[in-house]
C-alpha cells in the first residue's frame, strides 16, 4: 500500500489546490456553499481514480481538470442530496443547507454541475460530456430510487443494489471512464475501465453501508446507526431482515416506513447486526465486488499505475473510516 | 410576420413530440415532473431560435435535439428558481414542486440539466457542450442576484439589468450561440449571433416585466402585480421609485424588503405605474435593445431565417401576453 499511499499524498494537495483556484471565481453567494462542501477533508476517490486511469493509458497531459469535474460534480449531488435527506452532518461538518439555507444550496449545486461540465468540455473530447451527463443522471436516479425505498422499505436486495449502484458506483465508474478515455482508450478498454469503476464504487458503498453499523461518529463523520434511525434499509439490515420471522421483520419495517425507529429499537438492532456479524458479512460482499473490479483492471496493460489501482480496490475493504 | 407565424407553427409541434418521446424515458418519480413543466404550453423561444439560427448557417442537418436541449435547460431552472421564489403559478399551471413536492422537483431539475448536456454532447461539437455549461451557469448566478436583490432592493437600473441579463437573457444568448456554432459559424459570427441572443433576451425580459405592470392573470398565467408583491424591484418600479422624493421612495423599498406590500399598496403603486405610462417607457426601452438585435443581425448574410429572425424581434415588443 506504500505506494497508494505516496499516490494520494502527492494528488490529493494537487486536487484541493485546483478546487481552491476554481471555487475562488465563483458568485459570492454560492462561493462559499460551493468552498464548504468542496474544501473540506474528502476522500478525493474520484478524482484520484481519474487520473489514475488516465496515466494508466499513457495521458501526459493534465488530467486535473477533469479529475477535479468529477469531485465537483459529486459534491454538486451532495449539496442537493443533503438537502433531501435533511442530513445535518457531512464530511463530519454541518450540511451546507443547514449554515446557508436552502436557496443557496440548490443553486451552488447547479452552478457545481455548470462547472463541472465546462471543465469537462475543456478537452475538446465529446465523449467526455457525454460520460458526465450518464454519471449525473445515473447519480440523480438512483436518489430517486432510494426515495422510493425509503417509503417502500423491504429487505429486497435486487433495489437495494440498484441504488448503490446508481447513487455511487455510476459516478465512480464515470471517473475511470473519463480518465480511459483522456487516455485515448478504445471503447473496449474503456468499457474494461468502466467496469473496474463501477465494482469498485459497489464495494466501496457496500463498505460505507457497513461502517454506518460498526463505527462510531467521530470517525466517520456520521452518526452512527444513522442510516437506521433515517430509515434506510442497507445491506446489513437486510441480512438481519431476511434472518428474523416474518411478524418481526414486517413490524420493524413498519417503524422504518413511519420513520418511527427510536433510540432503544436502534440500539436493539445494532446489537443484532453486530452479534450476528452482519457487517462483517456485508464486506465480505464487497470483497466480491473488489475482486470483480480486479479483474476488470486484469484486461488492461499492467504498469505502475494499474498496481496502485489494484492496491486502492485493496484499501476500499480494509479501510474503517 | 406571415414567415414568423408559418415557422413557428410548424416547428413548435416538433419540438413538442420530441420533449414528449425524450421525457417518456425517464425514471417515474421524475419523469412525471419533467412532463408537467416540459410538455405545458410554452413559448419555446429558445428551441426555437436554435433552429433558426442553425439554418441561417446553412445547417443541414437534425437541430431539433439541442435546440430541445435548450428547452429543457430552461426548464431545469424554472423547476429550482420555482422552489426558491416561492412561486406558486408556472405557464398558467400550478408549479411543479407545489404538485410533486420539493425533493422530486430538486432531482427532475438534476436530471434535465443532464438529459440537456447529453443530447448537446451528442453532435460531437465540444463547444456545444461549454456553451450549454456557461450558460447554466449565468442563469444561476442572474438567480442569485436576483435574491440577493430582493432582500436589499433599491432603484438600481444596473443591478436590474445584470439580473434579468442572467436569468433570462443568458440562455437566449446561448440558444443563438448553438445554433451558429451547429452552421458551422466562425467565432466572429458566432459573437454576432450571440449579441443578437443576448440583446433580444434583454428585450424579451423588459417587455415581460412591463406585462406584470399591464396585465391580467389570465392571459401571462401570472397574477397581475405579482413581481411587485414577491418584493421584485423591476424597471417600471424602478421609473416609479426614481420619480418619488426620497422619503416616499425609502418607505415602499421598506415594504418591498419586508415583503409587507399589501393590496392597497399594490392597487395605488400599479394605478400610479399605468397613469405615468411606465410601463409603456419600459417597452420604449426594449425597443432599443430590439434596434441592438437586428444590428447585430445585420452583421449575419440575409436570408430567409435572418428575415424570421428580425420578425421575431419585432414580436417581442408587440407581445401582449
Known amino acids: 500500500m506504500k505506494d497508494l499511499r505516496s499516490y494520494f499524498n502527492h494528488e490529493v494537495p494537487r486536487v484541493g489546490e485546483f ?19 468542496l474544501l473540506a477533508p474528502g476522500k478525493r476517490i474520484r478524482p484520484i481514480l481519474t487520473i489514475l486511469m488516465a496515466r494508466a493509458f499513457g495521458y501526459e497531459g493534465d488530467a486535473l481538470p477533469l479529475a477535479c469535474a468529477l469531485e465537483i460534480l459529486h459534491s454538486a449531488t451532495l449539496l442537493h442530496d443533503d438537502i433531501l435527506d435533511g442530513a445535518n452532518l457531512r464530511r463530519g461538518l454541518p450540511a451546507a443547507h443547514t449554515v446557508f439555507g436552502n436557496t443557496e444550496t440548490i443553486l451552488a449545486g447547479d452552478v457545481l454541475l455548470a462547472l463541472a461540465n465546462r471543465l469537462g468540455a475543456g478537452y475538446d473530447i465529446p465523449r467526455i460530456n457525454y460520460l458526465l451527463a ?52 478504445s471503447r473496449d478498454r474503456e468499457d474494461a475501465a468502466g467496469e473496474f469503476g463501477l465494482n469498485l464504487g459497489i464495494a466501496f458503498q457496500l463498505v460505507d453501508d457497513a461502517l454506518d453499523y460498526a463505527e462510531a461518529s467521530s470517525d466517520t463523520g456520521k452518526p452512527e446507526g444513522g442510516d437506521l434511525r433515517e430509515g434506510k434499509v442497507t445491506l ?19 417503524r422504518l416506513r413511519a420513520k418511527s425507529v427510536g433510540p432503544d429499537d436502534a440500539r436493539e438492532v445494532l446489537r443484532r447486526v453486530r452479534e450476528a456479524g452482519l457487517a462483517e458479512r456485508t464486506r465480505d460482499k464487497a470483497a466480491e465486488y473488489v475482486a470483480r473490479a480486479r479483474q476488470a483492471l486484469s484486461r488492461l496493460s499492467g504498469c505502475r499505475e494499474t498496481d496502485i489501482l ?10 474503517r473510516r
Do not use: N, W
Open 19 to 37: 478546487l481552491e483556484r476554481e471555487t475562488a471565481g465563483l458568485d459570492g453567494l454560492v462561493r462559499e456553499v460551493a468552498r464548504h462542501v
Open 134 to 185: 450518464e454519471g449525473i443522471m445515473a447519480t440523480a436516479e438512483g436518489e430517486i430510487r432510494e426515495i422510493a425505498f425509503l417509503s417502500d422499505p423491504a429487505a429486497d436486495r435486487k433495489t437495494y443494489l440498484e441504488i448503490i449502484v446508481g447513487k455511487t458506483a455510476k459516478l465512480i465508474e464515470t471517473a475511470c471512464r473519463c480518465g480511459a478515455v483522456l487516455g485515448g482508450a
Open 236 to 254: 446489513p439490515l437486510i441480512y438481519l431482515l431476511e434472518a428474523m420471522d416474518r411478524a418481526e421483520a414486517g413490524a420493524l419495517l413498519s
Open 310 to 319: 489494484a492496491q486502492a480496490a485493496e484499501f476500499v475493504l480494509t479501510r
